[in-house]
T-cell receptor, first 111, second 116 residues
Framework: KQEVTQIPAALSVPEGENLVLNCSFT??????LQWFRQDPGKGLTSLLL?????REQTSGRLNASLDKSSGRSTLYIAASQPGDSATYLC??????????FGGGTRVLVKP | EPEVTQTPSHQVTQMGQEVILRCVPI?????FYWYRQILGQKVEFLVS????????KSEIFDDQFSVERPDGSNFTLKIRSTKLEDSAMYFC??????????????FGQGTRLTVV
C-alpha cells in the first residue's frame, strides 16, 4: 500500500529565504506526482505535475524534482513571500487512477 | 481558466439525514473523483467515476455513499443517513480523458460538511 510522507510538518522562514519541502513515497511504481497548495479552509490548487519519466518541473519561482528510484520529491520555492504562506501537499498517482496524499507541510513566511 | 465548481460551500445537517454534494467538473473532462479531508487529517480518496460508472472506490466508500452523473454537467455525491464521523471537507476533482494515468487532476474548492 502506497504511503506518502511529508517532512517537516511545519516550517517558518523569514521573507526572501528559499523554501525546501520534502515528500517521500514508499512504492516507486508511480505514474506521476503532483504538488498542491491549500489555503486554510480552502480547496487544493495544483502547482506542478511531474511525470514518472521526468526529473524536474519548473513554474516561475517553483521547482520540483523527482527521484523515483529513491521515492522522493522536493519542492523548492525561491525568494519566499508572505503570500506563499499555506499548506503544501504532495500526492502520487500509482496503480489505478487515484491520488495518495501526504499530510502536508504548513509554511509560514514572516515579513 | 476552467475550474471545478462545488456547491454548497458549507452544509450543516442532522445525524441520520441524507445529503447531496454537487460538483460541476471541467467540461470535456471525462474522469471524476471525490476525496475527503477530515479536519487535521490527510486528503483521502473516496471514488472515481468514468463512462457513467464507478471505476474505483476505497473501503471508505460503503453502501452509505453513492455517486451519480444525472446530466451532462453535474456530478453528485450522496451520503445516506449521515453520521458524526462523516463531518469533513469533501473535494470533487476531474481530469482529462486521454492517458488518464498521466494527466493532472483539478480540484474544486470543497464542501465543508458538518453533521450535528
Amino acid at each position: 500500500k502506497q504511503e506518502v510522507t511529508q517532512i517537516p510538518a511545519a516550517l517558518s522562514v523569514p521573507e526572501g529565504e528559499n523554501l525546501v519541502l520534502n515528500c517521500s513515497f514508499t512504492d516507486s511504481a508511480i505514474y506521476n506526482l503532483q504538488w498542491f497548495r491549500q489555503d486554510p479552509g480552502k480547496g487544493l490548487t495544483s502547482l506542478l505535475l511531474i511525470q514518472s519519466s521526468q526529473r524536474e518541473q519548473t513554474s516561475g519561482r517553483l521547482n520540483a524534482s523527482l527521484d523515483k528510484s529513491s521515492g522522493r520529491s522536493t519542492l523548492y520555492i525561491a525568494a519566499s513571500q508572505p503570500g506563499d504562506s499555506a499548506t503544501y501537499l504532495c500526492a502520487v498517482k500509482a496503480a489505478g487512477n487515484k491520488l495518495t496524499f501526504g499530510g502536508g507541510t504548513r509554511v509560514l513566511v514572516k515579513p | 481558466e476552467p475550474e471545478v465548481t462545488q456547491t454548497p460551500s458549507h452544509q450543516v445537517t442532522q445525524m441520520g439525514q441524507e445529503v447531496i454534494l454537487r460538483c460541476v467538473p471541467i467540461s470535456n473532462h471525462l474522469y471524476f473523483y471525490w476525496y475527503r479531508q477530515i479536519l487535521g487529517q490527510k486528503v483521502e480518496f473516496l471514488v472515481s467515476f468514468y463512462n457513467n460508472e464507478i471505476s474505483e472506490k476505497s473501503e471508505i466508500f460503503d453502501d452509505q455513499f453513492s455517486v451519480e452523473r444525472p446530466d451532462g454537467s453535474n456530478f453528485t455525491l450522496k451520503i445516506r443517513s449521515t453520521k458524526l464521523e462523516d463531518s469533513a471537507m469533501y473535494f470533487c476533482a476531474s481530469s482529462p480523458g486521454t492517458e488518464y494515468s498521466r494527466t493532472e487532476a483539478f480540484f474544486g474548492q470543497g464542501t465543508r460538511l458538518t453533521v450535528v
